[in-house]
């Protein structure tokens, strides 16, 4: 059995709560209060993407860093980069093996498992630094078991996992800024009122000093540079290297952090510039999708944005595109049961883009491709369904009307089905 196999036979679900998590811990020496100072990440999007960021600024630092993301795109191994390598087989078979043994009288969730890993594997490897991005929620996430992060970090908040969340932005927000930490600072990004006023209520209750976008900082694009202001300071920077609008304001919340946790300016503008994190809003230029696009003359891009407020950021990003090179515009969609197509497909409204569904190879709870096809029809779109992904590019690439812009969207599974047919991620 291999490490992959060995994890992926703990429970696959979801089940929210910290007691499993804290009493494996225990088991295993709190190897969480070993690991090097950590800031801590959630938000409903751009979570992964300003981890990213962090990583890089750090790392342009020297820095040496150890980083816990989910999910993972194409292998199960990116999750955990220790000290800046994503971790081999041999040392999470060993330390699944550990886990395996204490999992009779301690029953965890796959996510659960994961996490205590990531505990362990940092705890016995040097770095300066731990990045933790929460896998859901906040409050209950497994990764909220650090009780004394060096910064903790709050990205938008929208609608997604209203099941487990809540129904409204502000008990959605309420579990997010249940990472926030006594005394301990917080950047928050661009948030509805409803949703900051849950995360200042929290702040208040711990007198956990915030950082809000448009109070005490902003970003923003001026003459090709990203300005990131703060109160006492003001950085002229390169554009970060993840396309999209949103993305300056991820950049922004990482480039607050890092001047917070002491980086100098030359690191943290390295580190915009030369990020790297595949499938958001990715230009594809190598494996057989692109190539199959290359020779048609098309335009291929990848995004895993999977809920509106991600497709929204998404559709700007095709908009801003259309505007300066008007083409042939056609989405192709595999979404997840539990999502919402409606809303999904209420961003791309204005652009009109052909749809072309597809299944989700890697997951059995994906939307069938006519059942998200027929939603679209009854929003106005063109659609139709096919059988796979590479189907689905074919079906695109086919009409004869010249080269086209396409966007293979709607969820990080489909984006991994695509990746792990192309060039190994490392």
């Known amino acids: 059995m291999n490490a992959a196999d060995l994890f992926y036979s703990f429970p696959r679900k979801i089940d929210l709560g910290l007691a499993r998590v804290a009493a494996a811990l225990e088991a295993f020496g709190r190897p969480q209060d070993l690991i090097p100072p950590v800031i801590h990440v959630a938000g409903t999007n751009g979570k992964g993407s300003t981890v990213a960021f962090l990583r890089a600024m750090a790392e342009a630092a020297n820095l040496s860093v150890h980083a816990y993301t989910s999910p993972h795109l194409v292998s199960i191994y990116e999750r955990w980069r220790v000290a800046g390598q994503l971790i081999d087989e041999e040392a999470l078979l060993d330390i699944g093996h550990r886990i395996q043994a204490i999992s009779n009288q301690i029953p965890l969730t796959v996510f ?34 650090v009780t004394k992060p060096k910064l903790t970090i709050i990205t938008p908040v929208d609608f997604d996992h209203k099941e487990m969340l809540g129904d409204t932005l502000a008990k959605i927000a309420g579990e997010k800024a249940g990472i926030l930490k006594p005394r301990v600072p917080c950047i928050v990004s661009r948030q509805a009122d409803e949703a900051l006023a849950a995360i200042e209520r929290r702040a208040e209750a711990l007198a956990a000093p915030l950082l809000v976008f448009g109070r005490d900082w902003d970003c923003y694009a001026e003459r090709g540079r990203l300005i990131v202001q703060t109160q006492d300071r003001l950085l002229d920077l390169p554009l970060p290297g993840l396309a999209g609008h949103h993305q300056l304001e991820n950049a922004g919340a990482a480039v607050v952090a890092m ?3 002491g980086l100098d300016e030359a690191a943290i503008a390295q580190g915009v510039q030369n990020v790297s994190w595949p499938a958001r809003m990715q230009r594809l230029h190598a494996g057989p999708f692109a190539e199959a696009a290359a020779s048609a003359g098309a335009e291929l891009w990848l995004d895993g944005g999977h809920n509106p407020h991600g497709a929204a950021a998404a559709a700007a990003y095709m908009a801003s595109l259309q505007a300066k090179d008007p083409r042939r515009l056609v989405l192709i969609t595999g979404q997840l049961a539990t999502k919402d197509p409606t809303g999904f497909f209420q961003a791309f409204q204005a652009l009109k883009p052909e749809v072309i569904t597809v299944p989700i190879r890697t997951s059995d709870a994906g939307r069938p491709p006519a059942e998200l096809a027929e939603l679209a029809r009854a929003m106005g779109f063109e659609a139709a369904p096919a059988d796979t992904p590479m189907d689905g590019l074919k079906l695109a690439l086919a009409q004869a009307e010249g080269p086209a812009r ?20 490392t």
């Open 112 to 145: 659960e498992a994961e996490t205590v890993a990531a505990f362990v594997a940092f705890s016995e490897t040097m770095a300066d630094l731990t990045l933790l991005e929460v896998g859901l929620g906040g409050r209950l996430d497994a990764t909220n078991i």
């Open 259 to 261: 001047t917070l946790y």
């Open 406 to 425: 396409v966007l293979i969207c709607g969820s990080l599974y489909l984006a991994g089905d695509v990746l792990a047919d192309g060039p190994k991620l």
